[in-house]
């Protein structure tokens, strides 16, 4: 059944399959009360796409009433393809179609993901070795262990150049540190991946160090061949205005979303200790027109990130590049392809990251801004084209 929604126009329309509501936004602030951000000479690749593609939209943020989760998402789709779902245990389905097996759920992947691609998407380290032998551009970096910390200092060094640090088989963004220039900041980097080890990871504990490289975070959900989802992921960022504290532009921020029912459980408290990374306090306040960033890396798990849909902004050479990550693992026919992108409009200096089969499909149904993607819909289709082969 079709959901109703409202775009930011306020005019009333259909949308297949967003499987939520998408209710009317309050009123906008007055012009006057939102400062307009000021971009500096170096400003990123984020920060410009803000300003460019956030901001002149501000007001238009999505307050889903309703939403639904990953498995359920895909289960209805499966359903509208005339399927029929039979449950094996707690986490595992098989689809049925005319009393045939055309394929299953294992927790949150699906039947498009191999064991072998299982095991190597689990590690970084591992996933990074597969890109580069399938000549996809990723940035250069080795997996250490953690007692070998003065090997990392002395990788750092060869690097000559700001890195990046992270778990191998973390997930979620725990654990990530970028632009890390120092031995004192590598050494603290090392702790924050220490301390985010996978629990669940059956796979020998590496850390992660590669060059920093700049870009806007984009994740493309790939089907087959086709990037059918993309979103840009940004962190919770304020707009100083010169008199304001940043905790107070937070609060109001998170206050805005608390009506999306899809941000509101994922909100953060920022407290002097969330500032802390990226040097400021609640009480600090911003010159007027400031664009200040509060996490350095776009958690949308508890970090305040959002994700905008840029599915219609990417560049045909950046959906090939998506594509080649995904085909860069053997046997994976469905999954996202995290990148760093420094122009939506060219694959030029972008890198594929990782390639995530265990990702939230939600982010592309529910995105703060832009359309939502029928990602369920897709995956559903490339079973069944893959069932009757």
Do not use: C
């Amino acid at each position: 059944m079709a959901e109703t929604y409202f775009p930011a126009g306020g005019s009333r329309s259909r949308q297949a399959d967003t499987s939520g509501q998408d209710v009317p936004p309050p009123p906008p602030p007055p012009a006057s009360s939102r400062p307009t951000a000021q971009l500096e000479e170096d400003a990123s690749a984020t920060e410009r796409f803000i300003v460019d593609h956030v901001e002149p939209q501000y007001s238009a943020l999505r307050l889903w009433s309703s939403t639904m989760p990953h498995d359920q998402l895909l289960q209805r789709a499966a359903r509208r393809k005339r399927m029929t779902i039979k449950k094996i245990t707690e986490s595992n389905q098989l689809f049925f179609l005319s009393g045939v097996v055309v394929g299953g759920m294992d927790g949150v992947i699906t039947s498009l993901v191999s064991h072998q691609a299982r095991r190597v998407t689990r590690s970084k380290a591992m996933t990074k070795r597969y890109l580069n032998a399938a000549d996809v551009p990723t940035p250069k970096g080795r997996a250490i262990n953690p007692t070998e910390f003065s090997r990392a200092v002395k990788y750092m060094k060869a690097l000559g150049k700001q890195v990046t640090v992270k778990p191998s088989s973390g997930r979620a963004s725990k654990g990530i540190t970028v632009n890390v220039t120092g031995e004192g900041e590598l050494r603290a980097a090392w702790q924050e991946a220490m301390a985010a080890r996978s629990a669940t990871s059956d796979s020998r504990y590496l850390i992660v160090l590669e060059e920093y490289t700049p870009g806007l975070d984009v994740r493309a959900y790939v089907v087959g061949g086709q990037v059918v989802g993309a979103v840009a992921r940004l962190p919770l960022y304020v707009i100083g205005d010169g008199v304001s504290s940043v905790g107070k532009l937070a609060d109001e921020e998170l206050a805005r979303r608390r009506a999306n029912e899809y941000l509101k459980p994922r909100l953060p408290e920022v407290t002097d200790a969330f500032l802390a990374p990226v040097g400021l306090t609640r009480d600090s306040v911003l010159p007027a027109g400031k664009l200040q960033l509060l996490t350095s890396i776009a958690d949308t798990t508890r970090g305040g990130g959002i994700a905008v849909d840029v599915l219609d902004l990417l560049a045909e050479e950046v959906n090939d590049l998506a594509v080649d990550g995904l085909w860069a693992m053997p046997g994976l026919g469905a999954a996202a392809v995290d990148l760093l992108v420094p122009d939506l409009s060219s694959a030029d200096g972008a890198v594929v990251l990782e390639v995530n089969p265990y990702a939230n499909i939600m982010q592309f149904h529910y995105p703060s801004y832009g359309q939502p993607r029928k990602v369920n819909d897709a995956v559903m289709e490339e079973i069944l084209n893959r069932a009757s082969r």
